[in-house]
């Protein structure tokens, strides 16, 4: 069984960034494993990871947004590949990220017994988000449907207000929520970041 911490947050918000740190360090005696939406369903994608629902995922038709189904166990699929990992504190960042998707990822994690103990959710405001994309740039496999990265950072920033933050309060009739402010130094919002995990952890003993 997995102890799931869904990590959400604005573009550029740093959720990889404090969960590979994260995942590097450990939880003091835990083994911590970050499995990213984007990055999984991108690798599916481009080819680099191999996936039950690759063929969905990249047959011609295919839908988009891709059905909740089938983002939900691509990405809890990459959960636990060895016997030996189980018991591991799971960070999955950026998903579900919208509420209709909430259901379909509960019923995933019931499905592979794993534990929902909450939501860590990322603040920055929309410059601070749209300066932080230009700076990192146009991301391999990401569907850019716009003119500009600019452009995109904008869209983006408005349908996570307009879905995710939705999604977030929907996860929280499930389990908690801890709101960070990841607008500051790397370092600071780290220490942040790891204190509501330790709440979330907490909460749930």
């Given at each position: 069984?997995?102890?799931?911490?869904?990590?959400?947050g604005?573009a550029g918000?740093?959720?990889?960034?404090q969960?590979s740190?994260l995942e590097?360090e450990g939880?003091f005696?835990?083994?911590?494993?970050h499995?990213?939406?984007?990055?999984?369903?991108r690798s599916?994608?481009?080819?680099l990871t191999?996936?039950?629902?690759?063929?969905?995922?990249?047959h011609?038709d295919?839908?988009?947004?891709?059905?909740?189904?089938?983002?939900?166990?691509?990405i809890?699929?990459?959960?636990?590949?060895?016997p030996?990992?189980?018991n591991?504190?799971v960070?999955?960042?950026?998903y579900?990220?919208?509420?209709?998707?909430v259901?379909a990822?509960?019923?995933?994690?019931?499905?592979?017994?794993?534990?929902?103990?909450g939501?860590?959710?990322?603040q920055?405001?929309?410059?601070?988000?749209?300066?932080r994309?230009?700076q990192?740039?146009e991301r391999t496999g990401?569907k850019?449907?716009?003119?500009?990265?600019q452009?995109f950072?904008?869209?983006?920033?408005?349908?996570?207000?307009?879905?995710?933050n939705?999604?977030i309060?929907?996860?929280?009739?499930?389990?908690?929520v801890?709101?960070?402010?990841?607008?500051?130094?790397?370092d600071?919002?780290y220490?942040?970041?790891?204190?509501s995990?330790a709440?979330?952890?907490?909460?749930?003993?």
């Amino acid at each position: 069984m997995a102890e799931v911490i869904v990590v959400h947050g604005y573009a550029g918000s740093g959720k990889s960034t404090q969960c590979s740190r994260l995942e590097k360090e450990g939880y003091f005696e835990s083994p911590v494993q970050h499995i990213s939406a984007g990055n999984r369903l991108r690798s599916i994608r481009t080819g680099l990871t191999t996936s039950a629902y690759g063929p969905l995922i990249n047959h011609p038709d295919a839908p988009s947004p891709l059905p909740d189904e089938v983002v939900s166990g691509a990405i809890l699929e990459a959960v636990f590949q060895e016997p030996e990992n189980y018991n591991t504190l799971v960070l999955i960042d950026g998903y579900p990220r919208h509420p209709t998707a909430v259901e379909a990822f509960r019923n995933e994690l019931v499905n592979r017994s794993h534990r929902l103990l909450g939501t860590i959710a990322l603040q920055v405001s929309m410059g601070t988000s749209v300066e932080r994309i230009l700076q990192r740039g146009e991301r391999t496999g990401e569907k850019i449907k716009a003119d500009t990265l600019q452009e995109f950072a904008i869209q983006r920033y408005e349908l996570d207000r307009n879905t995710t933050n939705i999604a977030i309060e929907t996860l929280a009739e499930f389990a908690p929520v801890e709101i960070v402010d990841s607008s500051g130094e790397r370092d600071v919002v780290y220490k942040n970041f790891r204190k509501s995990i330790a709440n979330l952890l907490t909460f749930s003993s």
